[in-house]
């Protein structure tokens, strides 16, 4: 089992950043895909991106060129850095793998106008 565990959220305005993180731990060989949901109120979850062990990288396309996500697989922590900030990126924000399968707690993401 994976054990996930996030930071970093918070209130920002907009135009400002934030980076997220996420810690897995727990009894496991190795994790495979890495990524990060949202969920605005009255919304669906949505993908914002995910990244493989090798690095290869996808994004949702309202948060192209603005949110970057990285990892270390040394530490299993993946990132997220979110950059030029809008009101709708407003959300509770999931850490997430793929396999082994595990969501985070989440954590809250507010940016004010």
């Not at 309202?62 to 407003?90: A, C, H």
């Amino acid at each position: 089992q994976v054990q996930l565990v996030e930071s970093g959220g918070g209130l920002v305005q907009a135009g400002g950043s934030l980076r997220l993180s996420c810690a897995a731990s727990g009894r496991f060989f190795s994790i495979d895909t890495m990524g990060w949901y949202r969920q605005a109120p009255g919304k669906q979850r949505e993908l914002v991106a995910h990244i493989t062990p090798g690095g290869t990288t996808t994004y949702a396309d309202s948060v192209k060129g603005r949110f970057t996500i990285s990892r270390d697989n040394t530490k299993n922590t993946v990132y997220l850095q979110m950059n030029s900030l809008k009101p709708e990126d407003t959300a509770v924000y999931y850490c997430k793998t793929w396999i082994p399968n595990s969501w985070g707690q989440g954590t809250q993401v507010i940016v004010s106008t």
